[in-house]
């Protein structure tokens, strides 16, 4: 054997032990466990609102508005893998929820009109610590999601006693990504802090999903209405890991 290609053998054993010595420390700071974060989140949901102002136009007596998608509450599960103490990727669902309310009311009866919406969100994340001490994390992280959504108006009329009820319901799909931060204290076994972060959501053109049909603008047939999540959110997080 030529001392050249003997050199290159013992080079690729040193590199081989090398990069195995550098990938065993990883595997054995692999940690697993899951995270369960609470809070409030605002959205956007301008179309929303645009028809709510519009149902409320058709009343045939001036009523008002009660609440317009304000900040509203947010669940998120995941499943989580650290890599180090640096490094955490994961992903899960997260469901949010707001609405809408206008209504009128005399000694005749009454009017009013509910809207509901849920989001219903699959996807993965990827954080980065900032700043770690012993107890104390800051992470930067990125989410992207697939964002399922539901969109209930119904509106109902009492006048003298008779009852009529209308109830329609949409879907939307749509992409979504998120950027936030946490500020997680460590415990033995677990973390718990705060997350507070911004969505984007691409909007979804909102059917009905009975017959399939696009809801439209009532002054433009040809501009279909959609879901926006986009907002912020903040909330509490618990992070538990498990021994596996």
Do not use: C
Not at 163 to 185: D, H, K
């Amino acid at each position: 054997m030529s001392p050249g290609r003997k050199f290159t053998n013992t080079g690729l054993k040193i590199l081989g032990i090398t990069m195995l010595l550098a990938v065993s420390p990883a595997i054995l700071a692999q940690k697993a466990g899951f995270s369960v974060s609470a809070g409030v989140a605002s959205q956007r949901m301008d179309d929303l609102k645009y028809i709510q102002e519009y149902i409320l136009s058709t009343y045939p007596v001036e009523g008002s508005i009660t609440s317009s998608f304000p900040p509203f509450s947010r669940v998120s599960f995941n499943l989580v893998r650290q890599w180090y103490d640096h490094l955490q990727f994961g992903g899960g669902y997260t469901f949010s929820t707001t609405g809408a309310k206008s209504s009128y009311a005399d000694y005749t009866g009454y009017i009013s009109t509910e809207i509901s919406s849920t989001s219903h969100r699959l996807g993965g994340f990827v954080s980065y610590s900032v700043l770690g001490r012993k107890h104390m994390g800051i992470f930067l992280y990125g989410r992207a999601d697939a964002n399922l959504s539901f969109v209930s108006i119904q509106s109902n009329v009492n006048v003298l006693g008779l009852v009529s009820r209308i109830r329609n319901q949409y879907r939307s799909i749509s992409p979504s990504g998120t950027a936030g931060i946490e500020l997680m204290y460590k415990f033995k076994g677990f973390s718990l802090g705060l997350d507070a972060g911004y969505l984007v959501d691409l909007q979804g053109n909102l059917k009905d999903t009975d017959g399939d049909q696009d809801l439209t603008d009532p002054y433009d047939r040809n501009r279909i209405l959609t879901t926006d999540w986009t907002g912020w959110h903040l909330g509490l997080n618990a992070r538990i890991w498990l021994n596996l």
